[in-house]
């Protein structure tokens, strides 16, 4: 079964940007939908963006739409998450989770208790 490492947080300026990975290191994403969650500092886990099986759809929360962009490299079998136009309300610990499961209601990605494995998270700091 796929573990799941996340990397390239930092701290940044407003404006910046920063691409997060996610790697199985053991295991595969290859088949797996893959999503990117975030818990700011004294909030809850929200959904960050999520990408299908396949790559070919997408889903953004409404807060990241247009800066954010998740693909992914399966022969590398990395997913990632382009930030740009970072903002201070983008301070938080991202998380990848991963789930081999199928949906057809484009709701189910976003839904944190629909996957099943997640990593260890980074911090991501964006100062003003």
């Known amino acids: 079964q796929a573990q799941l490492v996340e990397s390239g947080g930092g701290l940044v300026q407003a404006g910046a940007s920063l691409r997060l990975s996610c790697v199985a290191s053991?295991?595969?994403?290859?088949?797996?939908?893959v999503g990117w969650f975030r818990q700011p500092p004294g909030k809850e886990t929200e959904f960050v963006a999520a990408?299908?099986?396949?790559?070919?759809?997408?889903y953004y929360a409404d807060s990241v739409q247009g800066r954010f962009t998740i693909f992914r490299d399966d022969a590398e079998n990395t997913v990632y998450l382009q930030m740009n136009s970072l903002k201070p309300e983008d301070t938080a610990v991202y998380f990848c989770?991963?789930?081999?499961?199928?949906?057809?209601?484009?709701?189910?990605?976003?839904?944190?208790?629909?996957?099943?494995?997640w990593g260890q998270g980074t911090q991501v700091t964006v100062s003003s």
């Open positions: 053991s295991g595969t994403l290859v088949g797996y939908v």
């Open positions: 990408v299908n099986w396949r790559g070919g759809r997408t």
């Open positions: 989770a991963a789930s081999g499961a199928r949906y057809t209601d484009v709701k189910v990605p976003a839904a944190q208790n629909w996957y099943g494995k």
